[in-house]
């Protein structure tokens, strides 16, 4: 009865933030759930929300397996971001891998100048030409670690230029990614990526990851 109490608010909170012109985007109310959380689900479908084909799936690995050697194709390095003078490049990185604007410079900036940013845990794979190829960020979850029973850390975002696609650019980065986050400590490493990201499921999951969880996004309409 609490959940869908806490739903019903909700849900009238967000048609008063909508009626009162503080939210611009969107006619509808989004969340998710772990798929096998049948509770959460059917409390969800019977207040009205809208199972979507969209899902998030968690993948991770254990840093205690062996890591592979990192290979690269003939005249490709790998190595950190050189700091904020790269910004415009990976920016154009950013646009090129994801089709879209969804990243701007200001975003990485704000990124980089966070205290916990570590210039070390973002690398980047270059092309003999000089052309940034990939990108992989990796972060050490220090807040989740503490409760956790084993240092946790992420690749995410992994990113290849289209125009480098299939030359196993992605896996060299995560391969590296990993090894960095285990310098640290870190045991465990992570990432998400939507359920639609078939080209990056498949890269991430021959690289070593294993899919763990899928999170089943629900939506309710509201006018």
Known sequence: IRDRELIGWGICTFRQLKGGGKVDQGNSLDTNCDERDTLRVNTLRSSGFIPQDLMTLHLSRSLSEPI?????????????????QEVDALVAL?????????????DVLS???TTSYDRELDLVVVSPGGRLAGLCTCNIEEELSKVLPHPLGSTDPVLVHPDFQGKGIARA???????????????QAELS??????????????AGYRIDGRLQWFSHPVS
Do not use: C
């Open 94 to 106: 950013y646009h090129d891998a994801y089709g879209s604007e969804i990243m701007k410079r200001d």
């Open 111 to 113: 990124i980089m100048r």
């Open 193 to 206: 990526t939507s359920s639609q990201n078939s080209k990056g499921i498949a890269a991430f999951t021959k």
């Open 68 to 84: 592979p050697p990192i290979q690269l194709p003939d005249g490709f390095t790998i190595r950190p971001v050189s700091g904020e």
């Open 173 to 187: 980065l995560i391969w590296s990614g990993w090894e960095k986050l285990k310098s640290r400590g870190i045991e």
